[in-house]
């Protein structure tokens, strides 16, 4: 059974970083897409940013381009998403998802939510 688990969400400053983990179990990832997403108050779910497990395929939402950096731990079985020059609208519940082809994400986490202060 797959599991997807966040962690390293908080409250922060505008201008500041947090760096947020997926820890992934239940299978091997091999040719998995993993991505991020995330959800403010009152929005729909919007795409952040994705990478192939294997490596490359690396994607950002324009919105967090230059900002945002997506990386995965192949012996640790985690990706992470590094969170720089955070700013008050990027404050929503992040979530980790997975899927095995390049359509449907089937494989959700639960999420964990970021705040930006200004």
């Known amino acids: 059974q797959v599991q997807l688990v966040e962690s390293g969400g908080g409250l922060v400053q505008a201008g500041g970083s947090l760096r947020l983990s997926c820890a992934a179990s239940?299978?091997?990832?091999?040719?998995?897409?993993m991505g991020w997403f995330r959800q403010a108050p009152g929005k729909g779910r919007e795409f952040v940013a994705r990478?192939?497990?294997?490596?490359?395929?690396?994607s950002y939402a324009d919105s967090v381009k230059g900002r945002f950096t997506i990386s995965r731990d192949n012996a640790k079985n985690t990706v992470s998403l590094q969170m720089n020059s955070l700013k008050p609208e990027d404050t929503a519940v992040y979530y980790c998802?997975?899927?095995?082809?390049?359509?449907?994400?089937?494989?959700w986490g639960r999420g964990t939510q970021v705040t930006v202060s200004s």
């Open positions: 998802a997975a899927r095995p082809g390049t359509i449907n994400w089937d494989y």
């Open positions: 239940g299978r091997t990832f091999t040719n998995y897409d």
């Open positions: 990478i192939r497990w294997s490596g490359g395929r690396i």
